[in-house]
């Protein structure tokens, strides 16, 4: 485990909820770790999906709705679209 200090962040906690946090044991820094660091697993998976493992190009999901429309009506390729095109 590292240890990451994040510096001049300022944010306004409201007390009823430090108070509601202090009654489940909780400090306001621990929550925000607890929900930091699930929130950087969430994105550290979410980078796995959108690219490919084979060739590292990204993957259909990154394609934006007008992107995947052009390429299942068959107007663009995977390839001029710059994702991958294994399999
Ligand atoms: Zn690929």
Redesign the pocket.
């Known amino acids: 485990m590292k240890k990451i200090k994040i510096s001049n962040v300022e944010i306004k906690v409201n007390e009823e909820l430090i108070r509601n946090l202090k009654k489940h044991k909780y400090t306001v820094e621990e929550a925000l770790g607890k929900i930091l660091n699930r929130s950087l697993w969430k994105f550290a998976n979410k980078l796995g999906k959108n690219k490919?493992p084979?060739?590292g190009?990204p993957t259909d999901n990154t394609l934006t709705l007008y992107q995947s429309r052009l390429l299942n009506h068959g107007e663009k390729t995977r390839k001029e679209l710059g994702v991958?095109?294994?399999e």
């Open positions: 490919c084979k060739c190009k991958c095109d294994c």
